[in-house]
């Protein structure tokens, strides 16, 4: 019957953008966290931001708005949240990093959570004296591993807009460290 | 410490910092259940604002509220009129109210398909009699009439859930059976307690009228509980001689279990401090009560399934999902119905003496995980010629 058949497409089209966006979850979510992660230097706030990226894009799908590039998409919504949380957030100290639960494989011994907060403490310490801009520009080249084509689906930039801001960045850093 | 120049340290981090696979699962779980519990169309308002609220059996409101939307859809282009839509949001005694019940809710039964799907929606129907029957009792409305009516309409529903839980029970589907009959409970349980709550505020006239239905709910709350209890007593006590690969079943739909109650507390918590400003301050502490014991319930299934006693764990984090829909329930009727307390937290659940068993089907988290892939159709860079790249990169620099 054409009303029946018309109610089942809809379902269909449902079942589809929910299968679309859990496969982007198992896809994607692991570099959405490590994304998040060292643009808020938090464990706990960057699984939060993960959660809220992926419900924000879920929003957005079931308003009927189509997503062609979803992990661009998902990189684009998480790096909104994190200018959100940059507005609020205050620098933290060596200490506070020690005390949270950062993660590292099971057969940890004491000495690797040490070296491994030093470290963390290094890197955040340095990435911390770069504008917010050039922040994210390391992050999504240096820890995301994309190349520019995919920053410049993230960023909307153009491609040679996003080498000139990569190689301004890395100067910049390079100057730091 | 290895002597890393800043890239190499970048690198080390990298590899280091990885998303924790089991809040990571968490988080998944919670999206699922977010999309599935999705508001695909607005409750329908009728000219006077009144205004449903809708008593969850989770997994089934996004179906219901879906399948009604289109439903609607469907009997305006066939009937040419607004008078479908306009019956939505009508109670017992109004002009429009047996359309709604013999027109829409018919178009609901038959664009619902599958066997659990069809039970569940009588429980939501037989919900659904209860909440009309709220409304009317907050409005003063509930005289003789109205009231027999949905007292024979809620028994009908419900005896529909009992043959249906029944038949599934034949078909040796006793999973399905025993997450119906536990959620119907949850629905059961709190409207009882709202129900008497009206009742207590209500004038003597109105009381009198009010006590019947009260009753009746009471009765099938107890029916049902029973029958809950007799599935938790058989999903702890079946198995004892279970194969290596029943019990791996039963351990992963008991780890399941427990996702899906720790999404749902911890949603739950959101959700009541969200909201804090508009719910009573009893329902508040009921709501946090049942949270800090559902809680409790889950470290213990947690500790079940650590000592491979799977069917308790099961059993317990079922008990703390019940908790769980009630608190939400009650706190929806707390900022729908503006109930102002005296809804008591009672003790609902009979704990089970689970022992080892085998689950022969579904639970809550396989139930939405159907058919999930990895598969991406994304581009994605191999690491090492990612890394070929980066370092080329910054030796451009350098």
Redesign the interface.
């Known amino acids: 019957m054409k009303f029946t058949s018309i109610a089942t497409w809809h379902i269909l089209k449902m079942n589809s953008m929910k299968q679309k966006l859990i496969d982007a979850f198992d896809a994607h979510s692991d570099a959405i966290y490590r994304h998040c992660y060292f643009r808020v230097f938090k464990k706990t706030r960057a699984e939060e931001l993960v959660q809220e990226t992926y419900m924000k894009t879920w929003d957005y799908m079931k308003k009927g708005n189509k997503i062609d590039n979803v992990r661009a998409f998902l990189y684009k919504v998480a790096n909104n949240l994190i200018i959100d949380e940059s507005r609020k957030r205050k620098e933290e100290s060596l200490d506070d990093l020690l005390e949270q639960n950062i993660f590292i494989e099971p057969s940890y011994r004491e000495d690797k959570i040490f070296e491994h907060n030093i470290l963390l403490a290094e890197v955040k310490e340095k990435m911390k004296k770069l504008p917010e801009e050039d922040q994210k520009m390391i992050t999504l080249r240096y820890f995301d591993d994309l190349d520019p084509k995919d920053i410049s689906e993230i960023t909307g930039d153009n491609k040679n807009n996003v080498s000139v801001k990569l190689n301004r960045a890395i100067h910049k850093l390079r100057q730091i460290i | ?1 290895p002597n890393l ?3 190499g ?2 690198n ?3 590899e ?5 696979q089991e ?2 699962l968490k ?2 779980n ?3 259940n ?2 599935n519990n ?1 508001k ?1 169309i607005n409750e329908s308002y009728d000219a006077n604002q009144k205004k449903y609220f809708w008593s969850g059996l989770v997994i089934s409101r996004y179906q219901f509220k ?2 009604a939307a ?2 609607t859809i ?1 009997i305006l ?2 009937s040419g009129s607004g008078l479908s839509l306009a019956a939505e949001s009508s109670l017992p005694g109004e002009l429009l109210y047996p359309i709604k019940i013999n027109v829409n809710e018919q178009v609901l039964g038959s ?1 619902t398909f599958g066997d659990k799907a069809k039970i569940e929606l009588e429980a939501r129907l037989a919900a659904r009699r209860l909440e009309e029957a709220e409304l009317l009792m907050l409005s003063g409305k509930l005289d003789n009439d109205t009231q027999s009516n949905i007292e024979s309409n809620f028994e009908k529903h419900s005896q529909n859930v009992s043959n249906g839980v029944s038949n599934l029970e034949s078909s040796r589907n006793s999973t399905d059976a025993a997450e119906i009959t536990s959620k119907f409970e949850s629905s059961l349980r709190a409207h009882e307690q709202i129900i008497r709550k009206l009742g207590d505020n209500s004038s003597e006239e109105v009381k009198s009228r009010i006590r019947p239905v009260e009753a009746k709910v009471k009765e099938r709350l107890q029916k049902t509980s029973s029958k809950r209890f007799e599935f938790d007593n058989s999903i702890a006590g079946r198995a004892s001689s279970s194969s290596g690969e029943a019990n791996n079943i039963l351990k992963n739909s008991a780890q399941g279990k427990i996702d899906t109650a720790t999404v749902l507390i911890d949603a739950l918590e959101k959700s009541i401090l969200n909201q804090k400003d508009l719910i009573a301050p009893e329902v508040f502490n009921l709501a946090e009560n049942r949270i800090k014991s559902a809680r409790s319930l889950i470290e213990l299934a947690k500790s079940k399934i650590e000592t491979s006693n799977y069917g308790e764990a099961f059993n317990l984090a079922q008990n703390a999902i019940r908790k769980i829909n009630v608190a939400n329930l009650l706190k929806k009727a707390s900022t729908e119905l503006k109930l102002d307390g005296g809804l008591k937290d009672e003790s609902d659940d009979n704990e089970s003496d689970g022992i080892e068993n085998k689950v022969d089907g579904n639970d809550d988290k396989a139930s939405v995980q159907s ?11 191999t ?1 090492k010629g ?1 890394d070929e ?2 370092d080329s ?2 030796e451009e ?2």
């Open positions: 410490m120049n800043f890239w340290k970048l080390t981090l990298r280091q910092i990885k998303f924790d809040r990571k988080i998944r919670f999206l699922i977010e999309i999705s695909l879906y399948v289109f439903a469907l282009i066939i664009l058919g999930f892939s990895t598969s991406s159709d994304f581009n994605t860079k690491k990612g790249r980066r990169e910054r620099n350098d």
